[in-house]
């Protein structure tokens, strides 16, 4: 089994900044890349950022800029550094994994946290 432990969120006035911290342990063979998605109420999950085991990374047009996303292969961590935060950032940020774990071997997978409240209001 593979778990996901986000923590970060909180509340956050307009401009403000938070970080988002991800760390994965359990039965991991290999990571392909870790990201983290968001989800408004009422919408759909949407991509955030992603990184990959080489480091390289993408993000969303609305967060270019803004955040940040980076990791720590040795702890299998991700960071998310939130600056200039808006009030349509609000959502609920969930932490991926794309990879194999010892459940999905040989195959990769997408493993989710529990999903971190991130709320910009003044």
């Known amino acids: 089994q593979v778990q996901l432990v986000e923590s970060g969120g909180g509340l956050v006035q307009p401009g403000g900044s938070l970080r988002l911290s991800c760390a994965a342990s359990g039965s991991i063979f290999s990571i392909n890349a870790m990201g983290w998605y968001r989800q408004a109420p009422g919408q759909q999950r949407e991509l955030v950022a992603r990184?990959?085991?080489?480091?390289?990374?993408n993000y969303a047009d609305f967060v270019k800029g803004r955040f940040t996303i980076s990791g720590d292969n040795a702890k299998n961590t991700v960071y998310l550094q939130m600056n200039s935060l808006k009030p349509e950032d609000t959502a609920v940020y969930y932490c991926?994994?794309?990879?194999?774990?010892?459940?999905?071997?040989?195959?990769?997978?997408?493993?989710w946290g529990q999903g971190t409240q991130v709320t910009v209001s003044s």
């Open positions: 991926n994994l794309n990879g194999i774990g010892s459940d999905s071997y040989p195959r990769l997978y997408d493993y």
């Open positions: 990184i990959t085991s080489g480091s390289n990374t």
